[in-house]
């Protein structure tokens, strides 16, 4: 095996033990609605914030006829580790978050429950199995946390402006978790 592909190799390998080393107990166990727990045997193996933006779009209303809203398009944001470092990415539909050795998980929502004003709401992500082997390998669920921003857009959404799209900032932290 030539140098670079060592290197290149042991770099990878490097990056995905440090991502998974476990995470401290105080954030994990902070104070979230029960809705949105992870079910015990679990812990943290992964800390990120997610920093990006969320495109919603004005689309004709799927509970009222003739009414138009904001519809949740996709969500695509860079996770960082608690240093600031890029860790992945976050992107979809559908929802996957992608760490920078490839590995990549997809997931289906659990539960949701009500964050504070103009935030998202904290998430529970019930995670399928992970693609490629890496530091998504043995994730079984995604809590979303500590929210900044994201919430549809306060602009009009009429007839007139059905098939606009509009950019929302926003900032979120995404804890990973995996069987004990």
């Known amino acids: 095996m030539n140098a670079k592909r060592m290197f ?5 390998s490097l990056a995905a033990s440090c991502l998974m080393l476990a ?3 105080a954030f994990a166990a902070m104070d979230l609605p029960d809705s949105v727990k992870v079910p015990d045997g679990h812990k943290v193996v992964m800390e990120t914030t997610g920093v990006g933006e969320i495109t919603y779009q004005c689309r004709d ?9 904001w519809v949740f398009v996709g969500p695509k944001a860079v996770l960082n580790d608690r240093d600031g470092r890029k860790v992945g990415m976050y992107f979809g539909p559908p929802a996957t978050w992608e760490a920078v050795d490839g590995s990549k998980i ?11 004003a103009g935030n998202l709401p904290y998430q529970l992500v019930k995670a399928n199995p992970a ?3 890496g530091a998504m390998s043995g ?5 979303r946390v500590a929210l900044k921003g994201g919430v549809a857009p306060d602009l009009p959404c009429t007839s007139a402006e059905k098939g606009n799209n509009e950019v929302v900032k926003y900032q ?9």
């Open 106 to 116: 997809t997931g289906t929502q659990l539960a949701v429950a009500p964050s504070s």
């Open 8 to 12: 290149n190799r042991a770099s990878s």
């Open 61 to 69: 209303s799927a509970s009222a006829a003739g009414k138009t809203e």
């Open 23 to 25: 995470m401290p107990a």
């Open 139 to 143: 994730v079984t669920y995604v809590q």
């Open 131 to 133: 693609e490629g082997k």
């Open 172 to 180: 979120a932290d995404y804890l990973f978790w995996a069987e004990k």
